[in-house]
Structures are given as structure tokens and as C-alpha cells.
């Protein structure tokens, strides 16, 4: 059954193209979560809770703006800020969840629909290691079909490794019993870096969340030492440092980019 909250399995694999060759590859889970239906997991599952301590956990105060009230309704806003018209269909977050207690999520990403089904908007919430966020709003068109294609121009820092002049190319497969999230980031002479995420869906069950504890122990902390270590090499390999600009003032960064 597609569209319902889920784990995904898979994998990551970004490769930067210039000006030195880098490539890291890692495994990884992600829980497809219907921000509706949050309640009624927290209740049937013993090793997933919404708000509160467990093996596997859910803070809304984790996304959007935490002073924003319910994160449904935040992102309502902005598709309305968008000019998009929610009617209240279903928003589904794909995030990776707190493993005891932590997580870092560099991209969460949004799947926001009408109450008919049909897609909508995807927005690509994103996290730096400097404890700032920033969201790209992207509207999907009524004609546009799988994989989606869209653009938006890089708006905020990232990696240190990384310049700010930069556009992102999306192609994404939005989930169903596969899902694919492929971004390109070129400068005006090309390519720099290409980043795929793919992923197998699997039932959000009990026994589910107890093999992806054994197959990616620590997953969250992983994430976040990988980051840095993987930093570590980029510099070795003689890749400058880019200044921190200060970030948006705005909190999302609306872009009317779309293809089929």
C-alpha cells in the first residue's frame, strides 16, 4: 500500500566532481512519516514514540520552527504562502527518526498532497552543522509525472567545501515502493557535486524498527561523525574553506522551478 507511514532502507552516495574527486557512500534508514497519522503509530508500535523518549522517537520540535505550533498546520502556511491551496490532504515527512534520544537530519523532505492524492509541493527542509535551517519550497505542477524535475538556487550554507553560487537540480522519485531523490549541484561552468538517495520501502512494524537497530546500529551518530570526518579528507585533499555568510533572513525559499 503506498502513501501510508513506512520505513525506507537504502543508501546515499554523494560524489563531488571538482575540483578534487571525492565519493562517500553509506546505508541508511528513513521513516515516511503521515503527519495525520503520528498518533495512531505512536499507539500500535512499543519501539516508536511521538514526543517522547524511546528507541525510535518523533519531535516535532525538531522541524519547521519550534515555537510554530503544529507542524502540519506550518506547513500548510507556507503552501498557502506558496499560493497553493491545501485542503487538508495528507503531508508525509520523510526524516530519519531519533535513535535514543538524537538524530541529525542534513535533508528531510516533505511530500505534500491534496486531499485527492495528487501531489502538490515538496519541500526540502534542510540542516547545516551549524545549528541553522532552511527550507526550498518547490510547487509540483498538475501535469508533471514521475520522476519530478525541478530547480532552485542554492540560498543557503551548507558545507564549508562548498560554493554559494550554485544551482540544485532535483529528479525525484516520490515514494511508492521504491523511492529515489537524485540533486545536482552545478556552478556556471558545470557540475560540482551529485548526491543520490534510494530506498526500498518496508512496513513500519515493531519487528521492522528492531532489524534496522541491528542492521544500522547508531545510525543518527554516525551521521553526524561522518560528516565530519569525511570533512577531515576534503580538506586533506587541499579544498579550501568558504566563508559562512549570514543565513536568509527568510525561513524557506519559494521557487516556482518545475518540470515533468
Known amino acids: 500500500m503506498n502513501g501510508a507511514s513506512a520505513l525506507y532502507a537504502g543508501s546515499v ?7 578534487r574527486r571525492h565519493r562517500l557512500s553509506y546505508r541508511l534508514f528513513s521513516l515516511l512519516l503521515d503527519l495525520d497519522d503520528l498518533d495512531a503509530v505512536d499507539g500500535r508500535l512499543r519501539l516508536f514514540s511521538r514526543n517522547r523518549f524511546n528507541a525510535f522517537s518523533f519531535f516535532e520540535r525538531d522541524y ?8 502540519k498546520a506550518q506547513v500548510e502556511r507556507l503552501l498557502h ?4 491551496k491545501p485542503d487538508g490532504g495528507a503531508i508525509r515527512l520523510l526524516t530519519m527518526p531519533r535513535l535514543f534520544g538524537y538524530a541529525f537530519n542534513p535533508l528531510s523532505v516533505y511530500f505534500c498532497h491534496r486531499r485527492d492524492g495528487v ?3 515538496l519541500l526540502y527542509e534542510v540542516n547545516n552543522t551549524f545549528s541553522q535551517r532552511h527550507s526550498y519550497l518547490i510547487p509540483v505542477g498538475a501535469d508533471a509525472g514521475a520522476p519530478l524535475r525541478h530547480t532552485s538556487e542554492k540560498r543557503f ?3 564549508p567545501f562548498m560554493d554559494m553560487d550554485l544551482t540544485y537540480s532535483f529528479r525525484v522519485t516520490p515514494p511508492g515502493e521504491e523511492l529515489r531523490i537524485a540533486i545536482l549541484a552545478s556552478d556556471p561552468e558545470g557540475p560540482v557535486l551529485s548526491a543520490v538517495h534510494t530506498a526500498t520501502r518496508r512496513p513500519l512494524t515493531d519487528r521492522q524498527l528492531a532489524l534496522a537497530l541491528v542492521r544500522y546500529p547508531l545510525l543518527t551518530l554516525k551521521v553526524i561523525a561522518g560528516i ?3 570533512a577531515v579528507k576534503i580538506w586533506i585533499k587541499g579544498i579550501a574553506l568558504r566563508p559562512r555568510p549570514k543565513a536568509p533572513d527568510a525561513p524557506v525559499t519559494i521557487s516556482p522551478s518545475h518540470r515533468s
Open 13 to 19: 552516495m554523494h560524489v563531488r566532481l571538482k575540483p
Open 119 to 121: 501531489l502538490i509541493a
Open 157 to 159: 550554507y551548507v558545507s
Open 228 to 230: 565530519h570526518w569525511e
Open 64 to 71: 519547521a520552527d519550534p515555537a510554530g505550533g503544529p507542524l
Open 81 to 84: 504562502s506558496a499560493g497553493l
